[in-house]
């Protein structure tokens, strides 16, 4: 079967090439000098070949001190070249390669320095003159990944690495990614065994004996969509047995122990893999990998590529699996991106290379749709149960009706515009300032789609039918096929006839958050003085305490640091600001609980609730006078209404 790589990206005419003036350096020299090339405007991308391979070998043993050293040798021809290093990342949706940590450049020629020089406006871009007669080069540099979290995730620890070659990459601009031919080969720890979407020359097994592993050339886009997950306790688990295109599950954890799955957490794992088929009707990949991180070093995170996904979370996923269930989504959202997201895709966020600025109009699609299934395939592959899905749901439908006022400025639609805005830095007042609310307010507007397309056929169709004509469209096929919103809606009116423009705008463009498809599916929100089991084991993950709902404040951890305080809350009435810490409560020191007790006595006691707090070097006792006890949320069917949402979350047969 073909590689992804030679076929993967949109058609030319889905997306024009950027118009940009292309310029020629007119260079004569020689050796090390180089003409002042900092105002150069760099090519613009054409779908032709870069003649020749480049070579790649990425050195990862260095885990001691968290160094990625990189060879590249490059083709070339002589004359003004330009390098690029990857700035807009395909399910970054932003502008936020991390070129801080690129360091070292040094470019030769047979042994001898070459001279470079970054461009004036774009820090991403480098320019150098490649001598006559010369025909190729060498590239030498390091990628310093992150020692602290406050630098980024850390992506190297002692046992496990994660390697994400736009990270590590230099490329020649003015081509397209499809266009441009690489053959990697990565060096890890001795002993240590990898994972990945990319196709091993040898060994076979991914198991390294020593030296060096090098992969079938692929072209820049296929290797930037499959990174490495590599480690010294590795588990490969089969998900689909005996089956002709292979789905497995490449498990790096911080310890062996960590490794051990029960046979009924394989099952639900399994099953994720089947209920998908059954949502979806196909596939497009020719084998997939969910590449797995359980650790408390290496950080968390989710990124979807077209043949594998990068997951990380807690080193207790599987052995706490009866105590914790907040976050067992990820698997299926991220594998929900291998159709949603990368084989279709919106028109605007289809790009040559990753150098040319994305458009991120539909996430709302891309994202809300895909959040939606996330939690609807967890449940429906058992690894939720019906209750755990409806706990799951209450958070997201109490986040939107309550703790959002900044509906009052911004909607849906103008959140798609985050990922370039914030590129996930901590804002002072979430709830108010907003941020990529695409993901869950997008799930609640998919909510009310499926409700209404249950309504209108008489619950015969469903988002279902969606799924699978929009996504499942051309089995097989690795050509990724772009979409634009009159692409949705001609989708959906070929299910159930409507007007869907209307529908979709209104929420979207709405200053109010799209709460009516909770109770369109059979369901309301309700409060009550009991947290869930899921909101508990989801605050204990989150290392927080969350009094949103009540006083208005969220502490991001036990300790009491304030990280949050909804606008117009009986906490923000009183003075309270992000970024403090709570000390003590009615004179007591703080913990969790010694809050929730003042909070269940203020119900009876009409004397405001004291808080004693820090800032900086300074100590204040502000009184919140709040009475209304604690508040916590739930779900609760609606009397006599169709119970649409049990039927959403039901197992496919």
Aim: aromatic share 10%.
């Amino acid at each position: 079967m073909p590689h992804l790589s030679n076929r993967l990206v949109g058609p030319s005419s889905a997306v024009p090439a950027r118009r940009i003036a292309a310029a020629v350096l007119a260079c004569s020299c020689i050796g090390t000098a180089l003409a002042d090339t900092t105002d150069t405007p760099i090519p613009p991308p054409v779908d032709t070949p870069y003649p020749g391979t480049i070579a790649i070998n990425v050195d990862a043993t260095n885990t001691a001190q968290r160094i990625f050293t990189v060879h590249e040798a490059m083709p070339v021809q002589a004359g003004a070249l330009t390098l690029l290093y990857p700035k807009w990342l395909p399910g970054s949706h932003s502008p936020s390669g991390p070129i801080d940590k690129l360091a070292s450049l040094k470019i030769r020629v047979a042994g001898k320095p070459l001279a470079w020089e970054r461009n004036k406006y774009d820090v991403y871009a480098f320019h150098v003159d490649v001598p006559a007669g010369v025909s190729g080069i060498d590239l030498d540099y390091q990628f310093l990944s992150p020692q602290q979290g406050r630098q980024g995730r850390i992506v190297m620890t002692p046992e496990m690495l994660n390697l994400q070659w736009n990270t590590v990459i230099l490329y020649p601009a003015g081509h397209y990614s499809r266009a441009i031919t690489f053959l990697p080969s990565v060096k890890l720890p001795t002993g240590w065994q990898f994972g990945t979407a990319l196709e091993a020359a040898a060994p076979p097994d991914g198991t390294l004996s020593a030296g060096m592993t090098t992969f079938k050339p692929v072209t820049l886009n296929t290797l930037i969509d499959s990174p490495i997950y590599a480690g010294e306790y590795f588990k490969r688990v089969d998900l689909d047995p005996g089956a002709k295109t292979a789905v497995r599950m490449d498990i790096v954890a911080d310890a062996p122990e960590d490794l051990e799955i029960a046979p009924a957490q394989l099952n639900a794992h399994r099953a994720l893999v089947q209920q998908a088929y059954k949502l979806y009707g196909s596939h497009h990949y020719d084998h997939y990998d969910f590449l797995f991180s359980l650790s408390d070093q290496m950080g968390g995170n989710g990124l979807e590529h077209h043949q594998s996904s990068e997951n990380g979370t807690d080193r207790e996923y599987f052995s706490d699996w009866d105590k914790d269930a907040s976050g067992r989504d990820l698997l299926a959202h991220e594998y929900t991106h291998s159709w949603n997201g990368k084989f279709r895709r919106p028109a605007d966020l289809w790009t040559p290379n990753f150098n040319v600025p994305m458009g991120d109009s539909l996430l709302w699609v891309y994202e809300g749709q895909t959040q939606y299934w996330g939690f609807v395939l967890t449940a429906r592959a058992g690894m939720w149960s019906p209750q755990q899905f409806r706990d799951g749901l209450a958070l997201v439908a109490a986040t939107y009706q309550d703790n959002r006022p900044g509906f009052d400025w911004r909607n849906v639609q103008d959140t798609t515009n985050d990922p370039s805005i914030a590129q996930r830095r901590p804002q002072p007042y979430r709830n108010y300032q907003m941020r990529e609310e695409y993901y869950s307010a997008g799930q609640l507007i998919w909510l009310a789609v499926d409700a209404r397309l249950r309504e209108l056929s008489h619950d015969r169709h469903s988002l279902d039918d969606f799924a699978r004509t929009f996504f499942g469209a051309d089995n097989g096929s690795f050509v990724t096929s772009t979409y634009t919103f009159d692409d949705v809606v001609a989708a959906l009116n070929g299910i159930e006839k409507h007007d869907w423009a209307t529908f979709l705008r209104s929420r979207l463009d709405a200053h109010a958050p799209p709460m009516d498809g909770l109770a369109a599916s059979g369901w309301k929100l309700v409060y009550t003085d009991k947290p869930s089991d899921y909101e508990k084991a989801e605050q204990k993950s989150r290392k927080s305490a969350d009094f949103a709902y009540s006083l208005g404040v969220t502490l991001a951890s036990a300790d009491g640091e304030i990280s949050d305080v909804r606008w117009n809350g009986p906490a923000f009435k009183a003075g309270i600001a992000p970024g403090g810490t709570l000390v003590a409560v009615d004179g007591h020191a703080f913990k969790p609980e010694v809050l929730n007790e003042a909070i269940v006595a203020a119900k009876t006691n009409r004397a405001p609730i004291e808080l004693l707090l820090k800032y900086q070097d300074e100590y204040k006792t502000v009184p919140v006078d709040y009475h209304d006890g604690p508040r916590h949320p739930h779900l609760e069917s609606i009397a006599g209404a169709p119970d649409y949402l049990s039927r959403i979350a039901a197992a496919r047969k």
